[in-house]
């Protein structure tokens, strides 16, 4: 059962256009989300994050937004980078219980010089 | 910055084997993690400790036991490889108050042959 939910598999962007990432998440008890970046042969690298009392935090060229009504967020890069091609994973942890985190699939970003 | 080291990047097992993957962390957080990572599928959890000695186990534990006898030191074992347990294997640590992300080691790619 999947509870975080990225149901791009992929996302091609022109270098300097904005990429848009989204999930999608079922459980209600979830507080806390976190955006992981990827490149082939390393381990994830965290990005940014949101507490579920905000509905959006920036920093830098990165913003995530957090629309708790739709359970829906999203990670915007503006402007993209041909850096910036990786798989990006979207993660929520529950309010109550251990820090465990719930992964999404993963939406691989290309941007294209 | 956050250290997790794994001690292996690339590993080839036979089937039957028992199979060590070692993790180490220098920032003295309480909980360390294991995943793995297959395609189409994301991170799945495999085993956590919240401190030493402490173990929980994840979505897919069947096939792992872990040992956790000391705070910077989590190991990740395969009691009797299989093929199916060829993977990604990535360790990541975090602290335990308030929201803080997990932080990842690079991995090991496992073969079971």
């Known amino acids: 059962d999947q509870q975080v939910k990225q149901n791009s598999p992929s996302l091609s962007v022109q270098e300097g256009r904005i990429s848009i990432l989204n999930c999608d998440y079922t459980?209600?008890?979830?507080?806390?989300f976190l955006w992981y970046k990827k490149y082939p042969a390393e381990g994830p690298t965290f990005l940014i994050s949101?507490?579920?009392?905000?509905d959006k935090n920036e920093d830098g060229r990165f913003t995530v937004f957090l629309n708790k009504s739709a359970k829906h967020l999203s990670l915007h890069i503006v402007p993209s980078q041909p850096g910036d091609s990786a798989v990006y994973f979207c993660?929520?942890?529950?309010?109550?219980?251990?820090?465990?985190?719930?992964f999404g699939t993963g939406t691989r970003l290309t941007v294209i010089p | 910055d956050v250290k997790v080291t794994q001690s292996s990047r690339y590993l080839v097992k036979r089937t039957g084997e028992k199979v060590f993957l070692e993790c180490v962390q220098d920032?003295?957080?309480?909980?360390m993690f294991w995943y793995r990572q297959d395609p189409g599928l994301g991170l799945r959890l495999i085993y956590f400790?919240?401190?030493?000695?402490?173990?929980e186990k994840g979505d897919i534990p069947e096939g792992y036991s872990v040992s956790r006898e000391k705070k910077e030191r989590f190991s990740l074992i395969l009691e009797s490889a299989s093929t199916n347990q060829t993977s990604m294997y990535l360790c990541?640590?975090?602290?335990?108050?308030?929201?803080?992300?997990?932080?990842f080691g690079d991995g090991t790619r496992l073969s079971i042959l």
């Open positions: 949101i507490s579920s009392i905000k």
């Open positions: 400790s919240y401190d030493v000695k402490m173990k």
């Open positions: 920032m003295d957080h309480e909980n």
């Open positions: 990541a640590s975090s602290l335990s108050l308030g929201d803080q992300p997990q932080h």
């Open positions: 993660a929520a942890r529950r309010s109550a219980g251990a820090n465990n985190l719930f």
């Open positions: 459980n209600s008890m979830f507080d806390y």
